[in-house]
């Protein structure tokens, strides 16, 4: 069963640091995209970025490059996505999906930047 | 600036049909958009239902089907259930890049 786990939800300082986690199993992880897709509370949905594990070749929305980094470690299966300095219009529920069709999405992870 | 435009909202009786509309600004939707299309419930992640313009997933419902009309992308919903009550959202490709459109909320009544 093809599986997308996320990290747990986050609460965070504006100016503070944060990677969040996506672990994929049940299929050939170095071989399919992931995908990572913003959603502000009550917004749509905005794609941020693509990795492809096996090379790790990156491409990113131009709304979100220099913003975030997309990266990935084999030896565990997991994508990550990271920031440096975390602003409170980064509040949001971060996705991670699979593959350029998106078939299969981790449940989301809850990023709430506040002071 | 790249934006792709669906109906902000759209109302259906179950039972009936309605289609769904996606648009580009950079000009008409071809099979080289790759259109996707997304349902998403209330609190729920998105769920895919249509890849590649026409291809529905295996857990696609008969009664979902996607195609090009008039220069855009589009969803019909044939039969529509009370269970269809959601956001749905395509998705586009442009060279390298994927890009959302705002929504539909369709309403069942």
């Known amino acids: 069963e093809v599986q997308l786990v996320q990290s747990g939800a986050e609460v965070k300082k504006p100016g503070e640091s944060l990677k969040i986690s996506c672990k994929g199993s049940?299929?050939?992880?170095?071989?399919?995209?992931i995908a990572w897709v913003r959603q502000m509370p009550g917004k749509g949905l905005e794609w941020m970025g693509i990795?492809?594990?096996?090379?790790?070749?990156?491409k990113y929305s131009p709304s979100f490059q220099g913003q975030v980094t997309i990266s990935v470690d084999m030896s565990t299966n997991t994508a990550y996505l990271q920031w440096r300095s975390l602003k409170a219009s980064d509040t949001a529920t971060y996705y991670c999906?699979?593959?350029?069709?998106?078939?299969?999405w981790g449940q989301g992870t809850l990023v709430t930047v506040s002071s | 600036q790249t934006v792709v435009t669906q109906e902000p909202s759209l109302t259906v009786s179950p039972g009936g049909t309605v289609t769904l509309t996606c648009a580009s600004n950079?000009?008409?939707?071809?099979?080289?958009?790759?259109p996707n299309w997304f349902q998403q419930r209330p609190g729920q992640p998105p769920r895919p239902l249509i890849y590649?313009?026409?291809n529905k997933h295996s857990w696609t419902p008969a009664r979902f089907s996607g195609s090009l009309l008039g220069g855009k992308a589009a969803l019909t919903l044939s039969g529509v259930q009370p269970e269809d009550e959601a956001e749905y959202y395509c998705?586009?490709?442009?060279?390298?890049?994927?890009?959302f459109g705002g929504g539909t909320k369709l309403t069942v009544l």
């Open positions: 590649s313009t026409t």
């Open positions: 049940g299929y050939s992880f170095r071989n399919h995209w």
């Open positions: 950079t000009g008409a939707v071809t099979n080289s958009y790759y």
């Open positions: 990795i492809y594990p096996g090379d790790s070749d990156t």
């Open positions: 998705l586009l490709y442009y060279s390298g890049a994927w890009v």
């Open positions: 999906a699979r593959g350029d069709v998106l078939d299969y």
